[in-house]
Nanobody
Framework: QVQLVESGGGLAQAGGSLRLSCAASGRGFSAAAMAWFRQAPGKEREFVAA????????YTADSVKGRFTISRDNAKKTVYLQMKSLKPEDTAVYYC???????????????WGQGTQVTVSS
């Protein structure tokens, strides 16, 4: 099973940018659909973006469309989330996940990273 470790989170100002990375180890990454979810305090985990195993298709939540971009590099076993025009409401713990299909619900994924905190100040 694939193991996932996120990095790249931190503090950003509104309007700024951050790039999250999710490094995978173990077997199965190149065949797995990957996704990013986020969870703010007191809220449920929500879908952010997903990408197919070969990167041919991506799916993005309406709340971040046009600002966030998911991509992957199978040779490096890494998936990325480029975040631009950040808003205070983007503040959350961001998690990457691996699964068989690019689902938009958390239950569709069976491997998760530990999360990385993103805080956007106004």
């Amino acid at each position: 099973q694939v193991q996932l470790v996120e990095s790249g989170g931190g503090l950003a100002q509104a309007g700024g940018s951050l790039r999250l990375s999710c490094a995978a180890s173990g077997r199965g990454f190149s065949a797995a659909a990957m996704a990013w979810f986020r969870q703010a305090p007191g809220k449920e985990r929500e879908f952010v973006a997903a990408i197919t195993w070969d990167g041919s298709d991506t799916y993005t939540a309406d709340s971040v469309k046009g600002r966030f971009t998911i991509s992957r590099d199978n040779a490096k076993k890494t998936v990325y989330l480029q975040m631009k025009s950040l808003k205070p409401e983007d503040t959350a713990v961001y998690y990457c996940a691996a699964g068989l299909r690019p689902y938009t619900v958390a239950s569709g994924y069976d491997a998760w990273g530990q999360g990385t905190q993103v805080t956007v100040s106004s």
